[in-house]
């Protein structure tokens, strides 16, 4: 099928990483949008800026990136911005709130259900957004990708199960995993999987590779050893691989490669917008 026939959202946060040496625009939802669409997919993200530089600069990544922006609001709040701090190349997040991303008010009127819609938790802190998420999610697209994603103060147990409950795919690390564990009240990949009626379930372990769980099957990767920049973006660039593979039904140990190939390369630059290896475009071209 052509890719230009498949249409994906992405609902969530266009924010940016605040280093100690450099500002970097990100957001896993917005960096997710740049490794689908880097793919050949069409995406179009629902989300919100502020009427100031950064958001007029981040539009402008929009444009030249050619992720389309007709849902991204303009808000007199500020453009949201993040304090990261690394450890080792593995990042903290202290997030700002009352920025222009907890106020996306956008709810488009679509013809027809989307082919995906991937969200997070940090995007539901308001009411206003979580109704603007279960106004998307009542399109019943065909894949619904829920990235967790957990950042202090950004989620509440009601929020991932909320999550849970709306998706078809869920990507988490392995941190993470604990969490949801506890929250779900269950104690392995597989009973996730048949409490929630998920076609997937993505693990991912840093250095050590990932795991991916379907009804019935597991499957386990793990890509060769490399020097970490920064972790930034790396599994946001999991994600949108492992979305493209479920749009085009790769083959589920193909598509575990392929996302942590991406991965794998996204922890060898810094920032969250560096191009995928050639291997992993060549696959979906």
């Known amino acids: 099928m052509d890719k230009a026939n498949f249409t994906s959202i992405v609902f969530g946060e266009i924010l940016y990483d605040c280093f100690p040496d450099r500002t970097c625009l990100g957001g896993a939802s917005l960096n997710f949008a740049w490794n689908l669409r880097q793919l050949g997919f069409p995406v179009a993200m629902i989300s919100a800026v502020g009427r100031d530089e950064l958001g007029q600069q981040a539009r402008g990544f929009l444009r030249r990136a050619d992720i389309d922006q007709q849902w991204v609001a303009d808000r007199p709040e500020p453009t949201g911005t993040v304090d990261v701090l690394l450890d080792n190349g593995q990042p903290s997040y202290t997030i700002l709130a009352g920025v222009a991303w907890d106020y996306i008010e956008t709810k488009p009127a679509l013809d027809q259900p989307p082919d995906l819609i991937y969200y997070g938790t940090a995007a539901q802190r308001s009411p206003a957004n979580r109704l603007g998420l279960e106004h998307l999610l009542a399109a019943n697209p065909r894949h619904r990708l829920f990235d967790v994603n957990l950042r202090k103060d950004c989620y509440t147990p009601q929020t991932v199960l909320f999550g849970l409950e709306a998706a078809t795919i869920v990507k988490l690390n392995d941190e993470e995993w604990e969490a949801v564990r506890d929250i779900a009240e269950v104690a392995a990949p597989d009973d996730l999987i048949a409490r929630y009626a998920l076609h997937c379930l993505a693990i991912t372990f840093g250095g050590a590779g990932a795991q991916l769980h379907i009804p019935g099957a597991s499957f386990a990767a793990r890509p060769a050893p490399v020097s970490v920049v920064d972790a930034v973006g790396a599994g946001d660039a999991f ?13 589920p140990q193909q598509a575990l490669d392929l996302a942590c190939a991406a991965g794998a390369s996204a922890v060898q630059h810094p920032g969250a917008h560096c191009p995928l290896p ?4 060549a696959a979906f071209a």
């Not at 050639?278 to 475009?281: F, G, I, M």
């Open 239 to 251: 994600s949108g691989v492992l979305a493209a593979s479920a749009l085009l039904g790769t083959d």
């Open 278 to 281: 050639e291997s992993v475009k």
